[in-house]
């Protein structure tokens, strides 16, 4: 089983329908993060967390929300999907001794029609 | 804010060595990383330097840094098609330790 787990692979909704994408990682990191990758423009920084108790805004965070639910799990929702958040979308796990050497899921591609 | 900045694209013929290169803005680096990304995948680490490094080298990967210049490479010896990927540059200070990614640098590995 891979280290870090995102459900659904592929998804393709509609305008204004919730989503949620989930992420379960057992490499034991406390850290995890979600991540949008787009053509040309590299990662971006949705959310992040440092414990269970711990959300932090990243620098793209509207018309997002993210949700701890254990260490092992971290999930990110579209409130409201709309076409610019059409992309491929990464959760990733660190722990403090890698100091940011992520390990990352297989990504999520979505599709906002 | 930090930056990171890599070119889009680098095109080798197999056998050769490719560099990619990445300059960063952020004089408090503490840790830099190159990521690889395969199609279809995720990001994998392949390497990463502590700052007070000059170099570091495992197989056919050779990293080299120059802090004067913010100034990052990897060097892959003797390149071979499955080395075909996207490289991503990143980098990361004190404190939170959140890496700021580049753009990538799409390799294509012609036969």
């Known amino acids: 089983d891979a280290d870090v787990t995102q459900t659904p692979r592929n998804r393709i909704t509609k305008t204004g329908k919730r989503i949620m994408l989930e992420c379960s990682q057992t490499k034991g990191h406390d850290r995890m993060y979600w991540y949008r990758q787009d053509p040309g423009l590299g990662l971006r920084l949705i959310y992040y967390s440092f414990d269970v108790k711990d959300i932090n805004k990243g620098e793209i965070s509207d018309g997002y929300s993210v949700s701890r639910q254990a260490q092992a799990k971290f999930s990110l929702s579209l409130e409201s999907a709309i076409p610019n958040q059409t992309a491929l979308y990464f959760c990733a796990t660190s722990d403090l001794e890698r100091q940011g050497g992520y390990t990352f899921g297989s990504g999520t591609r979505l599709t906002v029609v | 804010g930090e930056d990171v900045e890599q070119s889009l694209f680098l095109s080798v013929r197999e056998g050769d060595s490719s560099v990619i290169n990445c300059t960063y803005t952020d004089s408090s680096s503490t840790y830099l990383y190159w990521y690889k990304q395969e199609p279809g995948a995720g990001l994998q680490l392949l390497t990463y330097?502590?700052?007070?490094?000059d170099m570091k080298q495992d197989q056919r990967l050779t990293v080299l840094l120059n802090k004067k210049d913010k100034h990052l490479s990897l060097r892959i010896a003797d390149t071979q098609t499955g080395d075909s990927a996207i490289y991503f540059c990143a980098e990361s200070s004190g404190g939170s330790y959140i890496p700021t990614f580049g753009r990538g640098t799409s390799l294509i590995v012609h036969p």
């Open positions: 330097i502590f700052s007070n490094m």
